[in-house]
């Protein structure tokens, strides 16, 4: 979002270029063995995942015990992942340091346990990976996969029994079934020895039509309002209903909506239908989203600290899946960066988002490029997170592989979009909520790959005139770091839904200009959310 921040910006704008500021682009674009009957092909068709399960759950396990009573009870088994309905016998979803698990949890079968699907997949399976592990200080057991083609009356054996070891290890297996089929993984051998199973994926059989990407429901977000992200013109915040007193660039304060941890009305009133109208912020869209997605969502209000490992902070990261992180306008304290750090090293996402800037927050530069330091104190948002990149007393050197460049570009929109074959670009930029192929900036920065500090890093989208897959004039980018990952976009605009506080000057770079065909940004943001949360 282009807000002039320093006194008489506007009449200097105004003398060199002949033109009014309202002319320029940021203001005048939009903003801001089988059984029987079952049938089996002799080739594997083209494959399609039609069904992931990761076992991440949040913050809570909903299956704590191996069984309720009475003891096997089917009905009191039954736990709901991803909207699904499985059934866990002398199972439990768990999150010990002895559990081995490729995220925060992984299911953990004793005796002769099973996880049992009931629900069918009704493009047929192809193939199915599972990865498995003996639970940390048992000795080794054995356990099978078995599938039916009659909703569970009949099961026949996929492959050979498969002996677990000490560290989580792929098996993949060849089931070749065409029509409604299901999975049931059952615990073999080992006696009262335990084991752990985590990332089932299932494949379709090429039934003919590719069924919907699998979102796991019930992740948390945080979005930050505790950094300034209200100052000035701007309004990066999903909801608030108070007001409160904000620095500003020129001096003194100004009156701004101030967010509140819960917003309201109650994201239980959200239905698909529910205009992003229902939150009052500029990013209320994307909330507004991600509820729609089942997710929750939830914001870090104005005075609250940022900490990870805090127990007494009903906020602290490690309650949530991801923090976004909108224009930040004020420096992250020391504790807070060792929070931030801490929280996507353990496997939190961060998502990231700058602004425009200049060579120094003083004013316009010789490139004619200006500062978003909304409230004077110096710092604008790319000089905020170089500073956490480049100053966290963890890892100084641009531990996400890439720094912030001090510029301030146009680009309406880049179609110069990573088409490489890298997983995670794929799933934020062809994902579960459509395709990002176009990015807008209506004034913002650019990003420097460094790639020697981080070989995960991955731009997304790079100017239109840039090398596209090169390390310099990146617009989006990816990371991974630790177990955790990161998002970062050089441009509030995109997310700006053009609605907030009245007071603020809001445009719709959210989906304002899709008519025209100029942008994706709502797939951008979302598949992007839902990567970081590790729900698709």
Not at 4 to 20: E, I
Not at 195 to 216: A, F, H, L, R, S
Not at 312 to 339: G, I, M
Request: aromatic share 8%; hydrophobic share 35%; with cysteine.
């Amino acid at each position: 979002m282009l807000k002039f921040t320093q006194p008489g910006l506007l009449f200097v704008a105004s003398a060199l270029t002949g033109m009014l500021v309202m002319g320029c682009q940021k203001n005048n674009a939009p903003k801001s063995q089988t059984p029987d009957g079952a049938a089996i092909n002799n080739t594997i068709k083209t494959q399609a995942v039609s069904l992931t399960q990761g076992f991440e759950v949040g913050s809570t396990s909903p299956k704590t015990a191996y069984d309720v009573a009475p003891t096997g009870s089917s009905s009191g088994d039954n736990v709901t992942l991803s909207g699904n309905s499985w059934n866990m016998f002398d199972a439990l979803i768990g999150n010990l340091a002895a559990d081995q698990k490729a995220g925060s949890w992984s299911a953990r079968i004793r005796n002769t346990g099973k996880i049992t699907m009931l629900f069918d997949i009704t493009g047929g399976i192809s193939t199915v990976t599972i990865k498995s592990a003996t639970y940390s200080g048992d000795t080794a057991s054995q356990w099978g996969l078995f599938y039916s083609v009659d909703g569970g009356t009949t099961w026949a054996q996929s492959g050979s029994n498969i002996t677990t070891g000490a560290s989580l290890a792929l098996q993949t297996f060849t089931i070749n079934v065409t029509g409604n089929a299901r999975l049931e993984i059952r615990k073999l051998t080992g006696g009262t020895n335990r084991i752990n199973i985590d990332d089932i994926t299932v494949n379709d059989n090429g039934g003919g039509t590719t069924p919907p990407p699998v979102v796991v429901t019930g992740k948390k977000y945080l979005f930050d309002a505790s950094h300034l992200e209200n100052a000035g013109s701007a309004d990066w915040q999903i909801d608030a209903d108070g007001t409160e007193n904000v620095p500003i660039y020129t001096g003194g304060t100004t009156v701004e909506t101030k967010a509140q941890r819960i917003p309201t009305p109650s994201y239980t009133g959200i239905t698909a239908s529910t205009p992003e109208t229902y939150w009052k912020g500029g990013i209320s869209s994307w909330a507004v989203s991600l509820v729609k997605l089942g997710e929750l969502v939830e914001t870090l209000p104005v005075g609250t600290a940022i900490t990870y490992g805090n127990s007494s902070n009903p906020q602290d990261l490690s309650n949530y899946d991801v923090f976004v992180v909108v224009e930040p306008n004020r420096l992250f304290t020391a504790a807070e960066k060792t929070a931030l750090m801490n929280f996507v090293s353990n496997g939190g996402g961060l998502f990231m988002i700058a602004d425009h800037t200049a060579a120094t927050t003083a004013g316009t530069d010789a490139n004619g490029y200006n500062p978003s330091d909304r409230d004077g104190d110096g710092y604008d948002s790319p000089r905020v997170w170089n500073d956490l990149m480049t100053n966290n007393g963890i890892n100084n050197n641009n531990p996400f592989g890439f720094n912030i460049n001090y510029v301030d570009i146009s680009e309406g929109p880049s179609t110069n979009v990573y088409t490489g074959a890298n997983a995670n670009a794929q799933k934020v930029l062809n994902g579960a909520t459509g395709t990002a192929s176009k990015l807008a900036f209506y004034n913002g920065s650019t990003a420097t790959l460094t790639p020697t500090n981080n070989s995960s890093v991955q731009g997304l989208f790079w100017r239109n005139s840039a090398t596209n897959g090169g390390n310099s004039n990146v617009m989006a980018l990816l990371a991974t770091y630790g177990t955790g990952r990161i998002v970062w976009i050089g441009d509030s605009s995109p997310a700006d839904d053009g609605t907030g506080d009245t007071g603020d000057s809001l445009f719709n770079g959210w989906s304002g200009d899709s008519p025209s065909g100029f942008t994706s940004h709502p797939a951008l943001h979302l598949n992007a959310s839902l990567w970081l949360a590790k729900a698709i």
